[in-house]
T-cell receptor
Framework: GAGVSQSPSNKVTEKGKDVELRCDPISGHTALYWYRQSLGQGLEFLIY????????KSGLPSDRFSAERTGGSVSTLTIQRTQQEDSAVYLC?????????????FGPGTRLTVT | AQSVTQLGSHVSVSEGALVLLRCNYSSSVPPYLFWYVQYPNQGLQLLLK??????LVKGINGFEAEFKKSETSFHLTKPSAHMSDAAEYFCAVSGDSGGGADGLTFGKGTHLIIQP
């Protein structure tokens, strides 16, 4: 079956522009996670959705970051006024339910480069 | 709060030799522990996980890991390395047995190099 897909696979943007990153989870998975992978910080957890709801947004790096999920499926991560330190690979994962006992399946990521 | 320490950012072994990747964790609650592998330009793939059942966990591709509570360790081993094992390996912990809201906390990763 289809895995987690993310688009675009690569995005180059100029500093100050807004970007939207998309994640399509595995069909039927109610939980969705966003992570950021960068050379300096490693893998960081950003936000978790159970259905369309994100109970805790404190993991987002700044108020320029926002995320939403609609219809219990597709999620978008939006970065406003991008900065060079936002350059990273953004990974999305989904699982059947929330909670550590459920395996998280990762997408291939979106590589964001801010110039 | 949880944290993960992976000893050695790079580990090099000869093909056919034992692979040992070290992971130590801290967690304020009984942990769930994971090892993931990442091949170049790909997402993460789960190798194995510990969820408080057997302390010796077997995973895919011949890997296994042993949970040692007294040492707060979850080291990954494979008896005989293969060239295809060359990749980045991440240890992760989740202390959230409930809703998943904390996500996974990852170590910095260990790059495994296989020498022919």
């Amino acid at each position: 079956g289809a895995g987690v897909s993310q688009s675009p696979s690569n995005k180059v943007t100029e500093k100050g522009k807004d970007v939207e990153l998309r994640c399509d989870p595995i069909s039927g998975h109610t939980a969705l996670y966003w992570y950021r992978q960068s050379l300096g910080q490693g893998l960081e957890f950003l936000i978790y959705f159970q259905g369309n709801s994100a109970p805790d947004k404190s993991g987002l790096p700044s108020d320029r970051f926002s995320a939403e999920r609609t219809g219990g499926s597709v999620s978008t991560l939006t970065i406003q006024r991008t900065q060079q330190e936002d350059s990273a690979v953004y990974l999305c994962a989904s699982s059947l339910e929330g909670g550590a006992s459920y395996e998280q399946y990762f997408g291939p990521g979106t590589r964001l480069t801010v110039t | 709060a949880q944290s993960v320490t992976q000893l050695g950012s790079h580990v090099s072994v000869s093909e056919g030799a034992l692979v040992l990747l070290r992971c130590n964790y801290s967690s304020s609650v009984p942990p769930y522990l994971f090892w993931y592998v990442q091949y170049p330009n790909q997402g993460l793939q789960l190798l194995l996980k510990y969820t408080s059942a057997a302390t010796l966990v077997k995973g895919i591709n011949g890997f296994e890991a042993e949970f040692k509570k007294s040492e707060t360790s979850f080291h990954l081993t494979k008896p005989s390395a293969h060239m295809s094992d060359a990749a980045e390996y991440f240890c992760a912990v989740s202390g959230d047995s409930g809703g998943g809201a904390d996500g996974l906390t990852f170590g910095k990763g260990t790059h495994l190099i296989i020498q022919p």
